[in-house]
């Protein structure tokens, strides 16, 4: 599986305040304010969020496969592909199901290799192309089947989730060498990132993913943990065949803080770096902040 998902939404250019470090209450206040200016995708107030309260957590594996077969034909209909190739790539996912619980279920396809016939989309890409673009019909069904995972701690009656060993994720990729996408990212910037997030224990790890993007620029995220986070798993089940790439997964739009930023030449040998703070709850920040336009 692919820790390359640098499908980016299309925000406009924002000035955006960096957050005061005092608490969390006055740093979300003064959010709430950012998140309503023009061009700033407020998660309060998109499609997805509004869907969530009236789709529960699937029960089913009827269920799940309905909302991932549904996905893939929503993403052919608007690539103007074949819904043909759409039934392939479905029939190839089910294919690999341990036909266990449906948590396992959802984390073997995450994982999952398959690719759309002729193209490069696995599984993966696509559900963070319907969060990108707030798709939300079938992808709320299918994160509510990734968070029987994703999300623990005292909310849902379960454990909280370990850190990593050494507290630290890493996320290597591409960038797009915007300049408002540089400007967002500002230290003390506390803000929602939209897709479900890969990230690896493995620096090394990260350096290989952030080599075969093709974007012409190069970052690496740095993402520092609390003691514990009730929105990160270690990945433990894999699709037949494919490697431990010591995945720790996050929920969509979890939120960060913006530690340190480096902007370099981009290059391969001078990538850009940005350290994030992770945070232990989602829920303990508000939904109106401003969401990340690249991770």
């Keep these: 599986m692919s820790l390359l998902l640098e499908y980016q939404a299309d925000p406009r250019s924002t000035d ?4 005061t470090s005092r608490d969390i209450a006055q ?6 304010l950012v998140a309503l200016m023009d061009g700033c995708r407020d998660f309060g107030k998109t499609r997805y969020k509004e869907s969530l309260a009236g789709v529960a957590t699937p029960t089913t594996q009827d269920e799940l496969r309905s909302a991932v077969k549904g996905l893939l034909h929503e993403f052919a209909t608007e690539h103007t592909l074949s819904p043909n190739e759409a039934d392939t790539l479905y029939h190839c996912l089910v294919s690999e199901s341990p036909g266990t619980t449906l948590a396992a279920e959802i984390e073997v396809l995450w994982t999952s290799a398959q690719t759309w016939p002729g193209r490069d989309n696995e599984f993966c890409h696509i559900v963070n192309w319907a969060l990108w673009m707030d798709r939300p019909q079938h992808v709320a069904v299918i994160t509510r089947a990734l968070s029987l995972f994703l999300v623990t701690g005292p909310r849902k009656g379960l454990p909280t989730a370990v850190s990593p060993p050494n507290r630290k994720t890493f996320r ?7 300049q408002e996408h540089k400007d967002f990212f500002r230290k003390g910037l506390l803000y929602r990132t939209p897709p479900v997030l890969p990230t690896t224990g493995t620096e090394s790890k990260a350096g290989v993913f952030m080599s075969r993007s093709t974007e012409k620029e190069k970052i690496l995220w740095t993402f520092e943990f609390p003691i514990v986070c009730d929105h990160v798993y270690h990945i433990q089940k894999r699709a037949l065949g494919v490697p431990d790439e010591d995945e720790w997964l996050f929920a969509a739009y979890s939120v960060f803080e913006v530690l340190k930023v480096d902007w370099k030449t981009g290059t391969l040998g001078d990538h850009h770096e940005v350290v994030l703070s992770v945070k232990a709850d989602n829920a303990e920040f508000p939904d109106n902040m401003p969401c990340a336009p690249w991770c």
Excluded at 16 to 19: D, E, G, H, S, T
Excluded at 27 to 32: E, K, L, P
Excluded at 172 to 178: D, E, I, M, R, V
């Design 16 to 19: 955006f305040f960096p957050a």
């Design 172 to 178: 290597g990729g591409g960038f797009s060498g915007k």
């Design 27 to 32: 740093r979300a206040s003064r959010h709430h």
